[in-house]
């Protein structure tokens, strides 16, 4: 216990610094009404029904024109606003709910509010935009919360899947619900089910929790992550269930300051740090912090993973008591990474991979190889700590067991009680 309160705090320190306060300055808000907490907003909240903006909710109607009107109402306002989605189904074609809105620098909150099914259009001549459903940007101080529902409709995108049908071109589908350059964000208690491509991602944020939510895809389902992280800073995800095709979290370059904390995961890929360093390019990301983990049938456990001749860095970087069931590669760092048709050549450049802890692991690998850290040649992981590993087959006792696959990796010390070993 100690050593982990040791480990724990210098990170926590840096990551819960000044640029966390404000957002974890928002009252506690029970149900119903929410309380207001800031200074600014002592106004009660307006609630906008997007029902009383002729949205139909009969999710065969297009209520796009409703929602936008509604939003542009609530946007617009001068007091804190609550945006209602009442408990029906929705249709809505791709949208973006635009910002900056009034009096943003007030800290008012708005809030969309769903409580029910919000489903995409499965027309895909309806997608001018082929990357995005819905978007949401340049919103500060956005809550989106309830317990309904954005269903992204996917079947018809994962058909036309090249990863699917090999014999049809490789071309984009839309993630269902992107933040982009909203601040002070807060994604609470939502479902998000069978995304057209990625379920949640958050691109240029600053200052974001993301709470209590499930989203969930058949495990065949192509490239469906579950929460993209790229170029965001300061996100907390807690308490997510996250079982899809692909990824369960994926975290791409210029994101830091991450916390993960009871996370569960599976059917998927487990979680991912990358790919980086695809086309050459140089990507960033430092601390990232997973804690409390449950991984169950996923193909990776905690990942790294790089592509070969990109530069830049991963670096700080810990995965902390995490429980594997039947997890294929449970802890995998991959430093020749490629995903293309045509195989990858081999470069000298990397993205350098340093100062990672993985501590108190335990559970079962599918596969024989439980431990996999496949590092760069010419820039070998550095400063790596391991301890507190345990990682046996499920196959029963009869069966070999596992073992580590270790190549150019540094230690920082030597790993202590870790089975296999490298
Ligand atoms: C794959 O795509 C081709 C070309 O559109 C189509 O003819 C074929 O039926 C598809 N296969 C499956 C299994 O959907
Ligand atoms: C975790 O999230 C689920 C919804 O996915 C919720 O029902 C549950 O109460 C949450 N648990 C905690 C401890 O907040
Ligand atoms: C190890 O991790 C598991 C799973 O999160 C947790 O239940 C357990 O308390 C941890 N052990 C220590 C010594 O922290």
Redesign the pocket.
């Known amino acids: 216990m100690s050593r982990k309160i040791h480990l724990l705090l210098p990170l926590l320190l840096v990551i819960f610094s000044a640029s966390f306060s404000l957002s974890f300055s928002h009252g506690v808000h029970r149900k119903g009404m929410p309380k207001i907490s800031s200074l600014a907003s002592s106004r009660p909240y307006k609630i906008i029904n997007v029902d009383d903006f002729g949205a139909k909710g009969d999710g065969k109607t297009d209520d796009s024109k409703a929602f936008k009107s509604a939003w542009n109402k609530a946007c617009s306002s001068e007091d804190p606003v609550v945006l209602l989605v009442p408990n029906n189904k929705y249709l809505l074609k791709p949208m973006r709910f635009s910002g900056p809105c009034k009096s943003d620098q007030l800290n008012n909150h708005r809030i969309l509010r769903i409580k029910g099914t919000i489903v995409a259009s499965d027309d895909r001549s309806d997608y001018k935009d082929r990357r995005h459903w819905l978007v949401f940007e340049e919103i500060d101080h956005l809550r989106v919360e309830g317990?309904g529902t954005f269903d992204g409709n996917g079947k018809i995108w994962w058909q036309k899947s090249c990863k699917i049908n090999k014999s049809l071109p490789c071309s984009a589908a839309p993630t269902a619900v992107t933040f982009i350059r909203c601040n002070h964000l807060r994604v609470a208690?939502l479902?998000f089910l069978n995304a057209q491509k990625m379920h949640l991602s958050f691109q240029k944020c600053v200052n974001v929790k993301a709470?209590?939510?499930?989203l969930t895809a058949p495990e065949h389902s192509p490239n469906t992550d579950g929460i993209h992280i790229t170029a965001t800073r300061n996100i907390r995800l807690?308490?997510?269930?996250i079982g899809t095709g692909d990824d369960c979290i994926s975290i791409v370059s210029g994101s830091k300051n991450i916390l993960a904390t009871?996370i569960t995961c599976g059917p998927g890929h487990g979680i991912s740090i990358g790919s980086l360093g695809a086309r050459n390019s140089e990507d960033h990301v430092s601390n990232v912090f997973v804690d409390r983990a449950t991984f169950t049938g996923t193909t990776n456990g905690v990942r790294i993973k790089t592509w070969q001749g990109g530069s830049g860095y991963a670096k700080v970087i810990r995965f902390l008591n995490i429980i594997m069931n039947r997890v294929k590669n449970p802890i995998i760092i991959d430093q020749d990474y490629c995903d293309q048709k045509k195989p990858c050549h081999e470069q000298k450049s990397a993205v350098q991979i340093s100062n990672v802890i993985y501590s108190n692991i335990t559970g079962t690998s599918s596969s024989k190889v439980a431990i996999k850290l496949d590092c760069s040649e010419n820039l070998p992981c550095q400063d790596i700590v391991m301890h507190d590993v345990n990682l046996v087959t499920n196959h029963g006792k009869d069966d070999d067991n596992v073992k580590a696959s270790c190549e150019n990796v540094h230690f920082k010390r030597t790993p202590r009680k870790v089975f296999p070993s490298c």
Do not use: E, Q, Y
């Open positions: 317990s208690g479902n709470l209590n939510l499930k807690s308490n997510c269930t009871d």
